[in-house]
């Protein structure tokens, strides 16, 4: 039955009144974290302490050089609290139009004070922290894009994970042997790719439940590359030392302050991602394709009644979302360290799907998103270097932190997330 | 002048169906050709024959005279035809624009050309009188301009052959006036179009020459001019049916459900009933009208207990039931036939018998205690069968194997055989063929002249104005008129439904000129 538009008495006084709490929520949460940044930091800093954040690439290769930014810590953190505590007066008394935004920029405010206070009396590497983000958000973000073109067809694509991580193996692999690393991506490509058929045989073709399907191909495929690690890749090193590949700074770009070292000097599967991540933009929301995916994702049987091949789009889609989950793989071995170890992708994949749904399915929020993950885990392990004097908290810690607080922002920047309608759902020609 | 269009002996088997058997069915150039039949008749399936959807066992196809194979959508899109199916197939999240492309897309380059289409949109639209606008999203439009939508798809794809599979079911009467008048405007630029209905009245009014269908055969063909409703619904179900009913003035007693300043949730969590009051008196049936979305379904899912209520009282039969239990409100005599039988109504899986005693089990005869008695529960499966006509091999079949007709009859049969002094029905007819609602109808009335209080929703206008005593609108959460069913007609109701106030009904639309009812049409 076609749905109506609901009565406009829907804000009746009931929702008002409900949408008043919940502004009234925000508005407390931001005082909280006013309080917060008070208590925590503010309290264990002393005056005439300084914060240095260095700006500029640590090797030597700088064109155009930053000052550092020097910040007095207990001011910086007053100005801060200040700051988030005045945010959540004016959301408790008026209210912001756009809270969402603002609950953004408070839990940003929230890590910048956490910055401040880490680094007091010392020094971080600001710019180091941005580098190693982008590199730690690159599998991430192959996985998000993996995702997008999976279920932007309405298939669900739990198999990332596994795809990466034989792409990860088949790329050290070939690359050892034959000593040409661009032969080990393509063959994690294909690879994974392999496991995309078969992940779109078994979810169109004979309608199995797309979870269990993708859970067969994550198990096969973390059994299959620890028995083959096991058995010939640990005893045989020839077959584990593929190489990596080289950092090339993009001549021009790589020199604009800031930016450049961040984003235009890495390798070359990262600039790899930047063009998937536009070219999946402008293919879903530009192109004749992109307009069937997304007809296909929502509605395959319109699509069908206008004569698009449902099977097919699904088909193309499955297998170069696989393929490009393969490209993430082989970040982890010959992007990165050079070899294979027994499950080496460490949950990448899934949070990659994560980052697809926070980024509400689109390219640029899926990169965005694997982003704010990948600046967690550089956040967390430049904090441990800062030692356990300067940051009296456990690692473990550390390590749920940068996440919780990503989880807070997307969940409220975001807000409630829509997948594709039919997403999951085997389609039956009648 | 050969024909656009000859179907010629179309059969098609489905397993233990004989879904269309030999059809024959030639459609003129600029007419409007009516395919009536009730549901289950074969309608559909034939269109969808046409459309490419399935295959025919036997038969062929000719188009201007020419024999043509069509083997799927893209075919039948090439040969010119085009379907508005019953189901929207319209992508919710996608532009206009982007909807009526799909599958036929502009690109430049590798680009798709938004603006050529919008474009060529906007002059189709102004052709025909299809006022929409290509940059909206289909989901933010009501339901009467999806059905523009769907329309423009088709003649965006330059089709001379306009399929509509029900085109109605989902319109108020003002929408399919205006669905009318742009169907009479493309068929005078000499569009063909095959309009699929088991509404008799539209039938008359709009088609040029209709053929009835009956199981899955051709009962008849003639043109709408030597027509009438009566001659047709016979043709239809295979035997003579009451077009009206003969219904004896109520006689209103006692009040028996009343609520008062109802406040109701929907699932979003919007206030879907905002400040409805209502009395319904024994004896009487009181219709609540109104477009789908309204409140309705809110409202009776707050009555029967089955969505609580934030605000307001009920009181049935004088005992306080606001927010009580589905089962405290069916012991106070409440009967309830629920919006959508299959979901709320029966549990598909379970036999016949079952579902006749799965709100009266735990009472003797069928219990004693903790121990049911299957026994009883067959014997009044038996009985009622009978009772209700229930068209079933055995009481013990799953209630999922019976047609729409036949279980809303069983429901009917739980609800009517034990003794109530209210009855709540919710689009009891929706989807049913003339036979069925004509059934149902005469038993409503029955319990009405037994001194039940009736709340009948229904988003049929005809029904409403044939049964109920009074009329209730329903607009926006509120009942925005009460009224005598004698001392308005139904485009005055209708004006309500759309949101004009009794005042401006009154004055606008035509007096009530017929005390005839018409309840099957």
């Given at each position: 039955m076609a749905v109506t538009t609901a009565?406009?008495?829907?804000?009746?006084a009931y929702a008002a009144r409900r949408e008043r709490r919940k502004a009234i929520a925000y508005g407390v949460f931001f005082l909280l974290v006013a309080a917060a940044i008070f208590v925590l930091f503010v309290r264990n800093s002393a005056p005439g302490m300084e914060s240095t954040f260095k700006l500029?690439?640590?090797?030597?290769?700088?064109?155009i050089e930053v000052p550092d930014l020097v910040v007095p810590t207990r001011e910086t953190l007053l100005v801060l609290a200040g700051l988030a505590g005045l945010l959540g007066v004016y959301q408790v008394v008026r209210g912001f139009r756009r809270v969402v935004l603002v609950l953004g920029l408070v839990a940003l405010m929230f890590v910048a004070a956490f910055l401040v206070w880490a680094v007091r009396d010392k020094s971080i590497n600001l710019l180091g922290i941005f580098t190693f983000a982008v590199a730690a958000a690159t599998p991430i973000a192959f996985g998000a894009m993996s995702g997008v073109m999976c279920e932007r067809s309405g298939v669900i694509n739990i198999a990332i994970e596994g795809m990466m991580l034989t792409g990860a193996m088949m790329a050290v692999i070939v690359s050892s042997v034959t000593g040409q690393i661009w032969f080990g991506l393509l063959a994690a490509v294909l690879s994974a790719g392999v496991l995309g058929v078969f992940l779109a045989v078994m979810a169109?073709?004979?309608?199995?439940d797309q979870i269990i399907a993708g859970t067969a191909i994550n198990i096969f495929a973390l059994g299959i590359t620890s028995f083959i690690s096991q058995r010939f890749l640990q005893p045989i090193p020839a077959l584990n030392s593929g190489g990596v590949f080289p950092k090339v700074a993009i001549p021009?770009?790589?020199?604009?302050?800031?930016i450049g070292p961040i984003f235009?000097?890495?390798?070359p599967i990262v600039y790899l991602l930047f063009l998937t991540v536009i070219l999946i933009h402008f293919m879903l929301f530009y192109t004749r394709w992109g307009l069937r995916t997304r007809a296909v994702g929502e509605h395959p049987r319109a699509a069908d009644t206008l004569g698009v091949n449902v099977f097919k789009i699904r088909y193309v889609n499955v297998i170069i979302g696989a393929m490009i989950a393969g490209i993430g793989g082989a970040y982890f071995t010959i992007g990165s360290v050079g070899r294979f170890d027994e499950a080496?992708?460490?949950?990448k994949g899934f949070i990659g799907l994560a980052a697809m749904i926070f980024g509400r399915w689109t390219p640029f929020g899926g990169f965005g998103a694997a982003l704010i993950f990948g600046f967690s885990d550089a956040l967390q392990a430049k904090l441990q270097v800062l030692g356990k004097a300067q940051v009296p908290i456990p690692t473990e810690w550390l390590l749920i932190l940068p996440y919780l607080i990503t989880m807070i922002v997307l969940a409220g920047v975001v807000g409630r997330t829509v997948a594709p309608?039919?997403?999951?759902k085997p389609y039956v020609k009648e | 002048m050969t024909p656009v269009l000859e179907l010629r002996n179309i059969t098609k088997r489905f397993p233990g169906v004989l879904?269309?058997?030999?059809i024959n069915l030639t459609l003129e150039e600029g007419e409007i050709h009516a395919l009536l039949g009730?549901?289950?008749?074969g309608k559909s399936t034939l269109m969808n024959i046409l459309y490419g959807l399935y295959h025919p066992d036997e038969g062929e196809i000719y188009i201007r005279g020419q024999r043509t194979q069509i083997n799927g959508p893209t075919d039948a899109i090439r040969q010119g035809i085009g379907m508005v199916h019953q189901h929207f197939?319209?992508?919710?999240?996608?532009t206009v624009t982007e909807n009526v492309m799909l599958g036929n897309e502009s690109v430049k380059g590798l680009v798709l050309d938004r603006k050529a289409v919008a474009a060529r949109i906007r002059e189709i639209s102004q052709r025909h009188g299809?006022?929409?606008?290509?940059?909206?999203?289909?989901?933010?439009?009501?339901v009467g301009v999806r059905q523009r939508v769907e329309i423009i798809k088709v003649l965006y794809r330059n089709a001379n052959i306009l399929i509509l599979d029900e085109?109605?079911?989902?319109?108020t009467p003002q929408e399919a006036d205006d669905l009318f008048e742009i169907l009479r405007s493309l068929r005078s630029q000499g569009v063909s179009i095959i309009f699929i209905s088991h509404k008799l009245r539209e039938v008359l009014a709009l088609a040029d020459r209709v053929t009835v269908i009956r199981r899955g055969r051709v009962v008849g063909e003639t043109p709408t001019k030597d027509a009438n409703q009566a001659m047709l619904a016979e043709m239809m179900v295979g035997r003579r049916v009451a077009l009206t009913v003969q219904k004896p003035p109520a006689k209103p007693g006692e009040v028996v459900l009343a609520f008062k300043n109802l406040k109701v949730l929907d699932n979003l969590m919007h206030?879907?009933?905002?400040?409805a009051s209502l009395e319904v008196r024994a004896g009487e049936i009181v219709g609540v009208a109104g477009?789908?979305?309204?409140?309705q379904t809110e409202l009776v899912e707050a009555l029967t207990g089955l969505r609580p209520v934030q605000d307001g009282t009920i009181t049935i039969a004088g005992k306080d039931?606001?927010?009580?239990s589905p089962r405290v409100i069916t012991e106070c005599g409440v009967a309830h036939i629920p919006e959508d039988r299959q979901e709320d109504g029966?549990?598909?899986?379970?036999?016949i018998h079952d579902n006749l005693v799965?709100?009266?089990?735990?009472?003797p005869p069928f219990a004693n205690g903790w121990v049911v008695n299957h026994e009883a529960i067959r014997q009044q499966a038996e009985r009622l069968v009978q009772e209700f006509d229930?068209?079933?091999?055995?009481?013990?079949?799953?209630?999922?194997?019976?047609s729409g007709g036949n279980q809303q009859k069983v429901i009917v049969a739980r609800e009517m055989s034990r003794p109530i002094k209210l009855l709540i029905a919710n689009?009891?007819?929706?989807?049913?063929?003339v036979g069925s609602i004509e059934y149902i109808h005469r038993r409503i009335l029955e319990k009405r002249d037994q001194g039940v209080a009736v709340l009948l929703v229904s988003a049929e206008l005809d029904e409403i104005m044939g049964l109920a005593d009074r009329i209730a609108v329903m607009f926006k959460g509120k009942f925005t008129a009460v009224v005598d069913?004698?001392?308005?007609s139904k485009e005055q109701v209708g004006l309500m439904m759309a949101g004009s106030s009794l005042e401006e009904a009154l004055a606008h639309a035509p007096k009530p000129v017929s005390k005839e009812r018409e309840i099957v049409t």
């Amino acid at each position: 039955m076609a749905v109506t538009t609901a009565p406009a008495a829907a804000l009746g006084a009931y929702a008002a009144r409900r949408e008043r709490r919940k502004a009234i929520a925000y508005g407390v949460f931001f005082l909280l974290v006013a309080a917060a940044i008070f208590v925590l930091f503010v309290r264990n800093s002393a005056p005439g302490m300084e914060s240095t954040f260095k700006l500029n690439p640590a090797t030597r290769e700088r064109v155009i050089e930053v000052p550092d930014l020097v910040v007095p810590t207990r001011e910086t953190l007053l100005v801060l609290a200040g700051l988030a505590g005045l945010l959540g007066v004016y959301q408790v008394v008026r209210g912001f139009r756009r809270v969402v935004l603002v609950l953004g920029l408070v839990a940003l405010m929230f890590v910048a004070a956490f910055l401040v206070w880490a680094v007091r009396d010392k020094s971080i590497n600001l710019l180091g922290i941005f580098t190693f983000a982008v590199a730690a958000a690159t599998p991430i973000a192959f996985g998000a894009m993996s995702g997008v073109m999976c279920e932007r067809s309405g298939v669900i694509n739990i198999a990332i994970e596994g795809m990466m991580l034989t792409g990860a193996m088949m790329a050290v692999i070939v690359s050892s042997v034959t000593g040409q690393i661009w032969f080990g991506l393509l063959a994690a490509v294909l690879s994974a790719g392999v496991l995309g058929v078969f992940l779109a045989v078994m979810a169109i073709r004979f309608r199995v439940d797309q979870i269990i399907a993708g859970t067969a191909i994550n198990i096969f495929a973390l059994g299959i590359t620890s028995f083959i690690s096991q058995r010939f890749l640990q005893p045989i090193p020839a077959l584990n030392s593929g190489g990596v590949f080289p950092k090339v700074a993009i001549p021009g770009l790589s020199q604009v302050p800031l930016i450049g070292p961040i984003f235009f000097n890495q390798t070359p599967i990262v600039y790899l991602l930047f063009l998937t991540v536009i070219l999946i933009h402008f293919m879903l929301f530009y192109t004749r394709w992109g307009l069937r995916t997304r007809a296909v994702g929502e509605h395959p049987r319109a699509a069908d009644t206008l004569g698009v091949n449902v099977f097919k789009i699904r088909y193309v889609n499955v297998i170069i979302g696989a393929m490009i989950a393969g490209i993430g793989g082989a970040y982890f071995t010959i992007g990165s360290v050079g070899r294979f170890d027994e499950a080496i992708t460490a949950g990448k994949g899934f949070i990659g799907l994560a980052a697809m749904i926070f980024g509400r399915w689109t390219p640029f929020g899926g990169f965005g998103a694997a982003l704010i993950f990948g600046f967690s885990d550089a956040l967390q392990a430049k904090l441990q270097v800062l030692g356990k004097a300067q940051v009296p908290i456990p690692t473990e810690w550390l390590l749920i932190l940068p996440y919780l607080i990503t989880m807070i922002v997307l969940a409220g920047v975001v807000g409630r997330t829509v997948a594709p309608a039919a997403d999951g759902k085997p389609y039956v020609k009648e | 002048m050969t024909p656009v269009l000859e179907l010629r002996n179309i059969t098609k088997r489905f397993p233990g169906v004989l879904a269309n058997d030999h059809i024959n069915l030639t459609l003129e150039e600029g007419e409007i050709h009516a395919l009536l039949g009730e549901n289950g008749a074969g309608k559909s399936t034939l269109m969808n024959i046409l459309y490419g959807l399935y295959h025919p066992d036997e038969g062929e196809i000719y188009i201007r005279g020419q024999r043509t194979q069509i083997n799927g959508p893209t075919d039948a899109i090439r040969q010119g035809i085009g379907m508005v199916h019953q189901h929207f197939m319209l992508v919710p999240v996608l532009t206009v624009t982007e909807n009526v492309m799909l599958g036929n897309e502009s690109v430049k380059g590798l680009v798709l050309d938004r603006k050529a289409v919008a474009a060529r949109i906007r002059e189709i639209s102004q052709r025909h009188g299809l006022e929409v606008d290509p940059d909206v999203r289909v989901e933010d439009l009501s339901v009467g301009v999806r059905q523009r939508v769907e329309i423009i798809k088709v003649l965006y794809r330059n089709a001379n052959i306009l399929i509509l599979d029900e085109p109605t079911a989902v319109l108020t009467p003002q929408e399919a006036d205006d669905l009318f008048e742009i169907l009479r405007s493309l068929r005078s630029q000499g569009v063909s179009i095959i309009f699929i209905s088991h509404k008799l009245r539209e039938v008359l009014a709009l088609a040029d020459r209709v053929t009835v269908i009956r199981r899955g055969r051709v009962v008849g063909e003639t043109p709408t001019k030597d027509a009438n409703q009566a001659m047709l619904a016979e043709m239809m179900v295979g035997r003579r049916v009451a077009l009206t009913v003969q219904k004896p003035p109520a006689k209103p007693g006692e009040v028996v459900l009343a609520f008062k300043n109802l406040k109701v949730l929907d699932n979003l969590m919007h206030l879907a009933v905002n400040g409805a009051s209502l009395e319904v008196r024994a004896g009487e049936i009181v219709g609540v009208a109104g477009v789908q979305g309204n409140g309705q379904t809110e409202l009776v899912e707050a009555l029967t207990g089955l969505r609580p209520v934030q605000d307001g009282t009920i009181t049935i039969a004088g005992k306080d039931v606001t927010n009580a239990s589905p089962r405290v409100i069916t012991e106070c005599g409440v009967a309830h036939i629920p919006e959508d039988r299959q979901e709320d109504g029966l549990v598909l899986p379970f036999p016949i018998h079952d579902n006749l005693v799965i709100n009266t089990f735990y009472h003797p005869p069928f219990a004693n205690g903790w121990v049911v008695n299957h026994e009883a529960i067959r014997q009044q499966a038996e009985r009622l069968v009978q009772e209700f006509d229930v068209r079933t091999p055995s009481a013990a079949v799953p209630v999922a194997t019976l047609s729409g007709g036949n279980q809303q009859k069983v429901i009917v049969a739980r609800e009517m055989s034990r003794p109530i002094k209210l009855l709540i029905a919710n689009q009891p007819t929706r989807g049913l063929d003339v036979g069925s609602i004509e059934y149902i109808h005469r038993r409503i009335l029955e319990k009405r002249d037994q001194g039940v209080a009736v709340l009948l929703v229904s988003a049929e206008l005809d029904e409403i104005m044939g049964l109920a005593d009074r009329i209730a609108v329903m607009f926006k959460g509120k009942f925005t008129a009460v009224v005598d069913a004698d001392e308005v007609s139904k485009e005055q109701v209708g004006l309500m439904m759309a949101g004009s106030s009794l005042e401006e009904a009154l004055a606008h639309a035509p007096k009530p000129v017929s005390k005839e009812r018409e309840i099957v049409t």
